[in-house]
């Protein structure tokens, strides 16, 4: 059996004494938990640029980001390195854009690390938000 998880609602992509990052709301064991998702430079610039702009009416503020929870590869020859991609969403009342972006390896094994391994509040308490206070 497959556990399926949510999307996971972005809050927030900046940077602290920590480093790069994401807040996360996730949803698990039927509570929502927030937590801090440290990202590598590479990723993180793509993702801020994305989570700065509205995909739909600029002007508009009921408009959110969501992380989707999987992870595409390619390669585009049997010479050149897997190419990985993260993807966002943008959620506007009825309407939602899928935003692909490359990201790094290290991004794409945690969401895949995500995926397979974590089924619990308990698997994620180290990511927990309050913890970096």
């Known amino acids: 059996m497959t556990f399926q998880h949510r999307n996971f609602k972005v809050l927030k992509v900046s940077c602290d004494k920590y480093g790069n990052f994401m ?3 996730i ?4 509570t ?5 998702w440290g990202l590598d ?5 793509k993702i801020a640029k994305i989570v700065k702009r509205n995909y739909f009416d600029s002007l508009a503020k009921e408009y959110y980001y969501e992380l989707v929870p999987q992870i595409g590869i390619y390669k585009e020859s049997p010479i050149k390195e ?12 009825t309407k939602a854009k899928r935003i692909e ?16 391994d974590v089924k619990k509040l308990k698997d994620v308490e ?7 206070q």
């Open 41 to 45: 430079t590479d990723s993180y610039i």
């Open 23 to 25: 807040k996360l709301k």
């Open 101 to 116: 972006f490359e990201c790094s390896e290290h991004f794409a094994g945690n969401i895949e690390w995500f995926k397979k």
């Open 27 to 30: 949803y698990l064991e039927g």
């Open 126 to 132: 180290h990511l927990a938000w309050e913890k970096f």
């Open 32 to 36: 929502w938990v927030t937590v801090r």
């Open 82 to 93: 897997k190419i990985f991609l993260g993807c966002l969403r943008c959620v506007q009342q």
